[in-house]
DNA sequence: CTTGTAGCAGAATGATCATTCTGGTATCGT
DNA sequence: ACGATACCAGAATGATCATTCTGCTACAAG
């Protein structure tokens, strides 16, 4: 059996995660990673390659931890409006238990950041508003949004919720959020009346 | 007659700001804004300092080259929803000029990538948005919308604005932002009616 | 022409940082 | 106990970069 394994890959890529996220990718030294992780910098290297290689591997663990916990209700067959509020009320207070400014989400910060320098972080940002894009065009056609206008709905709903993290960013109360979201839910309500 | 001068503060400040803007601030090298400038270090060391007050000097210019042309149709007094619309319009076309995916706004990057670590840009941040939020307030309050809910609601313009930016910087085609806005804008004319 | 000045290019400096390497230590199977 | 293995701490390396410094050039006033 090998060593205690005091730190999993998951472990690894959990907390590289929580630093790339708060700080963004060029803030964060290998120091930073080796505090944070608690693995030497060899390991690191043997395990994942380099910094650039653990950012990547940051997405699916990403997707696991965050995304699909908030998300998996709005892709559930039968979601619909109020399953969209759940996913922004389950991001608001996630991000007030960890303290506002909060980090945003972590793809969004990443598609500012990152993206514009580097082809397969582009990639993964598009996937993840694929995803996300998809989920609500579903939960809209359940709620009764005529099937010609689903996707620009959609489209909307991904570029609101986007703002809204990017907003996380630098706003203190999230009642400031709460409030944004409640107007926009209301604006949805009233197009599938 | 002075030194021909081919370089004025105006000049500088201007292609420091199309550097940053593109690039972001870490990604952007003193090599870089000397040669985008024509600058040499010596000239800008003696004329702001260092690279991050050059940085901070280029949102003064921001506002008068981006925001003012942009914005200050929905300031004047009057302005309704078809001005917030030409808004959208205006950067959207601006973005298209300049080839997507585009820079997105100056401010909603620094936002993301420079505010959670420096006091003075996050106030340059929240300045900017609330100067959005008051003129959206303004011409929402011209178009008829209830008092009560005002101020709510140009929240959530500013919230949908700063997701279009962010999502302009990784998305090829335009018409899919217009699409956003011309859905996010039939949304406003619903609550108004 | 001479001298002063403004502004340039590019070298020197010092710091930071990703990456690699070296040596040590603890744990496990035998 | 003994060797092997997995992993760590931290030093060495090499690159990058902000900042400072040095010397040069071109213009202008006298």
Redesign the interface.
């Known amino acids: 059996m090998p060593r205690p394994k005091s730190h999993t890959q998951e472990d690894l890529t959990e907390r590289a995660l929580k630093t790339f996220w708060?700080?963004?990718y060029?803030?964060t030294s290998m120091d930073d990673l080796v505090t944070a992780t608690g693995v030497s910098r060899h390991g690191i290297y043997s395990a994942f390659g380099g910094k650039r290689e653990l950012f990547l591997a940051c997405f699916p663990r990403y997707r696991e931890l965050v995304v699909r916990p908030a998300f998996s209700a709005v892709e559930e067959p039968g979601a619909g409006l109020a399953e969209i509020a759940g996913y922004f009320e389950h991001q608001i207070s996630a991000a007030e238990a960890q303290g506002l400014?909060g980090p945003?989400c972590f793809v969004?910060?990443s598609?500012?950041?990152v993206?514009?320098?580097d082809a397969e972080v582009?990639a993964a940002?598009?996937a993840h508003?694929g995803r996300l894009q998809r989920g609500f065009a579903e939960a809209l056609r359940t709620a009764g949004e005529p099937e010609g206008?689903v996707e620009?709905?959609a489209?909307?709903v991904?570029?609101?919720?986007?703002?809204?993290w990017?907003?996380s960013?630098?706003v203190e109360d999230a009642d400031?959020l709460r409030?944004?979201v409640?107007?926009?839910m209301?604006?949805?309500k009233?197009?599938v009346r």
């Open positions: 708060r700080a963004g060029e803030a400014p945003g969004a910060n598609a500012t950041e993206a514009p320098h582009l940002v598009a508003n206008e620009a709905v489209a909307t991904v570029t609101f919720a986007t703002g809204l990017s907003l960013r630098v400031v409030r944004s409640a107007t926009f209301d604006m949805l009233g197009r």
